[in-house]
Each structure stands twice: as C-alpha cells, then as structure tokens.
C-alpha cells in the first residue's frame, strides 16, 4: 500500500513524521515490547530529529527502541558527513535513549568489512532471519537516489546481501554502505522524507513516470508487505 501525504511546510512534514513513528514505535511495543527504526541521512531529517528530541521524550519508549542506519557515508563517526553525527547530535544524545540500542554503521571502516560487520549486526539482532523493521526512514536525493542506491550503481540489483559497499561516482567519488532492495522492501513501514521545490520533477517521475529504476532507484521501493508513506511538503509534492 502506497500512501502520499502532503504536508504544508518542513515543519508541518516534521510533525507528521514524528506522530508515524510515535505510532509505529507504540504498535511495536505493545505487541512485541521492542521497536526497531531505521535512520535515513542527509539534511531532510534534522526538522524532524530536532522536534523528537524536543517533544517526545516522554512520547516514546526509547528504552525499548532501537536505532539503526539505512546507510552511511564512509567516514568516521565524528565527520561533518556522517549520518550517524548528525543523528547523535540532534537527537540521539537528547532522548533517554541506552546506548546499547545504538547500532551504528563503521563508516570509519574498509567499505566491504563495515557492510560485513552491519550484516552481521542486522543477523543477531534479527535472529539470522530477512530484517523486517518496524520503520524505515528514507530521503530522496534530486537524481532519484535513495539510502546509498544511487543511480546505475551495482548496489541495485543486489538481491542476497543486506547490507553492501557502493561506490558512487555522483556523490564526490565516495564510498557508501548501504541496505539493500530486500531488506527496505521487507519493512513493515517505510516513510521516504521528501522537500523543497528542487525535488519536485524527480518525485513525479519516481511516482508517476515511466518504471526506470536504473535511473530512478526510488522506484525499487515498494514494500511486499508493508506501507509505503511519500511524507512530502507542499513544494516537492507542487507537480504531483
Ligand atoms: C544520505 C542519505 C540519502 C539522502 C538523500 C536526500 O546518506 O545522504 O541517506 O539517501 O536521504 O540524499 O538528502 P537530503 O535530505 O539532504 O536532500
């Protein structure tokens, strides 16, 4: 099932965001009394890691959550580009949160053993079975991209492995790890963070355009069963 939501603002798309995972997080619990999520990277989620942190400490059992990544940029855990830094700072560090529940990506690491040690990660904590998160965070880049799956990248047609090492010629010849297609499409939520009018062509074409996901790999999500939520604002959403 595929649902577009349409926010007025980043705020409002914040909002919106923060009550999902409050739902989610309190459905998880209260059925299996532990909630598993998945953060995305880049800047869309700071409005939204700001207010959790702000307004739902007492909202959310942290002590019963726990927080992974959907891929990171190769570097150390205390550079300007790590999504983990980022998510440490704006709310990881600000909600009552053991640390123990933190599983972040070694982006610090050779690309192949960081994507083999999250694996393995992904493998304890899901008892060796296809990770099924409660949550998936995702953001889209401008070229379609999402998590570290970017455009013509041999990370897209990965159907084995769960986590993988992706070069990205794009994105300032870097090295990424990434979730794979089978693992995001096995969530039982996913809830791609879209905004600003810069995004708008390519969220038509990844929604309503021609199935290309070489060129488009936003379109490859689509969870088998499981809810897609487009959280968008009113700017991004402007040609839809
Ligand atoms: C990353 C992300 C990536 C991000 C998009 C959108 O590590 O960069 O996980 O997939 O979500 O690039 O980024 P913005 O939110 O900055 O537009």
């Given at each position: 099932m595929t649902n577009i939501r349409v926010a007025p603002d980043v705020a409002a798309l914040a909002r919106q965001a923060a009550d999902t995972i409050q739902d989610v997080a309190n459905t998880a619990i209260s059925q299996t009394r532990q909630f598993s999520i998945a953060l995305s990277g880049g800047s869309t989620p700071k409005t939204l890691f700001d207010l959790l942190a702000a307004e739902y400490k007492q909202k959310i059992d942290w002590a019963n959550s726990h927080i992974f990544w959907s891929d990171e940029r190769c570097v150390p855990p205390d550079d300007a580009d790590s999504n983990y830094k980022v998510a440490r700072e704006t709310l990881l560090d600000h909600v009552p949160l053991p640390a123990s529940n933190v599983y972040r990506i070694k982006g610090e690491l050779d690309p192949a053993e960081g994507a083999g040690q999250y694996e393995e990660t992904l493998r304890t904590y899901f008892h060796d079975q296809l990770p099924r998160f409660d949550i998936i965070l995702l953001g889209m880049g401008?070229?379609?991209?999402t998590a570290s799956l970017?455009?013509?990248?041999?990370?897209?047609?990965?159907?084995?492995?769960w986590v993988v090492p992706n070069h990205v010629a794009t994105a300032k010849q870097t090295w990424r790890i990434t979730f794979t297609v089978p693992v995001i499409n096995n969530a039982a939520n996913v809830m791609v963070l879209v905004a600003g009018s810069d995004k708008a062509t390519r969220l038509k074409q990844v929604i309503q355009g021609a199935y290309m996901p070489n060129e488009l790999?936003?379109?490859?999500?689509?969870p088998t069963d499981g809810i897609l939520i487009w959280a968008v604002d009113h700017a991004a959403a402007s040609l839809l």
């Open positions: 401008d070229d379609g991209h970017f455009p013509g990248t041999e990370a897209l047609t990965e159907m084995e492995r790999p936003s379109q490859l999500i689509k």
